[in-house]
């Protein structure tokens, strides 16, 4: 069965950093792209970042793009999202995701394109 839990989510102070974690069962990600998604209270699901394993390149969101890291350990069980110099903005649930395929420029807009979810981790800055 396939399966993604995330974990790491907290509280956190404007300007500190979160290290979340999604560990990945029931598949090998060999082909697979791992995506980050967050959702703010009142907002639409937005996409992060995500990794591709077929070619290990890593692609962000223009609000995150030099503040978070996406990565993946050795093993290929776990998909890690650095976020450093967190804002007050960066508030929310974060939920891993993936799909099977090559990545597409259009695919952290389109949340319905994705294939399988986790629940979700709350990931709260305070000013």
């Known amino acids: 069965q396939v399966q993604v839990v995330e974990s790491g989510g907290g509280l956190a102070q404007s300007g500190s950093s979160l290290r979340l974690s999604c560990a990945v069962s029931?598949?090998?990600?060999?082909?697979?792209?791992i995506g980050w998604f967050r959702q703010a209270p009142g907002k639409e699901r937005e996409g992060v970042a995500c990794f591709s394993n077929a070619d290990g390149h890593k692609y962000y969101a223009d609000s995150v793009k030099g503040r978070f890291t996406v990565s993946r350990d050795d093993a290929k069980t776990t998909v890690y999202l650095e976020m450093d110099r967190l804002e007050p903005e960066d508030t929310g649930i974060y939920y891993c995701t993936g799909l099977i395929g090559p990545y597409y420029s259009s695919l952290l807009k389109t949340p319905r394109d994705w294939k399988f979810w986790g629940q979700g981790t709350q990931v709260t800055v305070a000013p």
């Open positions: 029931g598949f090998t990600m060999d082909y697979h792209v």
